[in-house]
């Protein structure tokens, strides 16, 4: 029983209600319905073309919808100019102006402002806001004088320096070098924190997605296809897209020949017969895949005993050494080829394995999830 009253729930600051964006005979977003609460991190997480930037853009006001609405602060702004929100965004390659340096870089959208704001205003605000991106006595620099790290908080800080209430993130860390991408990414959601402004993200990065978001909205062909938090998604994808797009995972392919509310069993190929949860519902004789993550799996030496225990005899195929974990590829001869992933704690007591070696992999009955094909 659900006793939430919807007339006490925070108003979103943003929403899609029904939101449909064409290109001509191109749908780049199609009936997008999402509630964006005040104060979360959000991350529209998807492949190239599945209409993740077309809904940055609708908020942003760069784009007006074809049919629907989109809503800030519970009005409906689909004709309202992108300088009339309170709503920044910042571009994939910063945008920023190479004739100013950082502080007129920083000031311009304040300097645009009517009534104008004194010189002292500015300057006390542009100051404020390097200090919370962490380059305090930055202004004078010329912004080619800058790393790429140092560029993207410029663009922050010009961003944050307008006070909006909703900043949107185009793909921001893109031309980051691994290491410097992992540093902003902390340094993003600290800020977020501090000042407590939403924040929307856009990215086709799973692992920037899965570590900065409060929830991630998961688009597919313009359309979404779901929403929740990292864990949810990680844990209870309701399709095999969704499963395949959040980590890695192993897919067993076969039809289900038992079902409830809340598991199944299905055969795959060779006979094999796996048990797992479901996130939809499923009946018998229903084409299904297993989603086993590489994490669930064990691999040995000898066979593991048990009756609660599934195993495969299978072959090391591949070996990628990760630090923490060792990644093998293996292939049984029924089954085919899928992942393991091998905490080092693990190997340090069955010893590592080279590609060749027959080794058995394992799982706990049940752990799999059984889901219906797309």
């Not at 100019?81 to 870089?105: G, T």
């Not at 095999?240 to 076969?254: I, L, Q, W």
């Not at 591949?318 to 093998?328: A, C, V, W």
């Amino acid at each position: 029983m659900n006793n939430t009253d919807p007339e006490t729930e925070p108003l979103p600051i943003a929403e899609f209600r029904g939101t449909t964006k064409h290109f001509g005979d191109v749908v780049a977003a199609e009936d997008l319905n999402l509630a964006i609460r005040k104060g979360e991190f959000l991350s529209f997480l998807g492949p190239s073309g599945c209409g993740k930037t077309t809904a940055l853009r609708m908020l942003a006001g760069f784009e007006t919808p074809t049919k629907g609405e989109v809503l800030l602060d519970g009005q409906v702004v689909n004709h309202l100019p992108a300088h009339k929100r309170a709503v920044n965004m910042v571009f994939q390659h910063y945008a920023l102006f190479p004739h100013l340096n950082v502080a007129d870089n920083i000031s311009y959208g304040l300097r645009q402002q009517r009534p104008k704001l004194s010189v002292a205003e500015v300057a006390d605000r542009v100051s404020k806001a390097l200090e919370t991106v962490r380059l305090p006595d930055f202004g004078p620099r010329r912004i080619w004088e800058m790393s790429g790290g140092q560029q993207q908080r410029v663009a922050l800080a010009r961003a944050l320096i307008n006070r909006p209430k909703l900043l949107l993130l185009d793909e921001p860390m893109a031309a980051l070098d691994r290491k410097l991408r992992r540093d902003m990414q902390i340094e993003l959601q600290t800020l977020q924190r501090k000042l407590g402004i939403t924040f929307v993200l856009v990215t086709h990065d799973q692992e920037e997605a899965l570590s900065m978001s409060d929830r991630i909205c998961i688009m597919r062909g313009g359309r979404i296809m779901q929403t929740g938090s990292p864990r949810e998604l990680y844990d209870r994808p309701r399709n095999r897209y969704v499963a395949d797009f959040v980590g890695k995972s192993n897919f067993f392919d076969g039809r289900v020949t038992k079902a409830s509310a809340t598991s199944a069993t299905m055969e795959a190929a060779g006979g094999l017969v796996i048990s797992g949860t479901v996130t939809a519902e499923l009946a018998p004789g229903q084409a299904a895949s297993a989603s086993l993550r590489p994490e669930q799996i064990a691999l040995t030496r000898k066979p593991v005993e048990g009756d609660q225990t599934l195993g495969l005899q299978v072959q090391i195929v591949n070996r990628i050494f990760l630090g923490e974990h060792t990644e093998y590829l293996v292939r049984n001869d029924v089954i085919g080829e899928f992942l393991v992933l091998v905490p080092r704690q693990a190997e340090a007591t069955e010893g590592s394995f080279e590609p060749g070696d027959a080794a058995h992999a394992t799982w706990r009955a049940g752990t799999a999830l059984i889901l219906g094909k797309d």
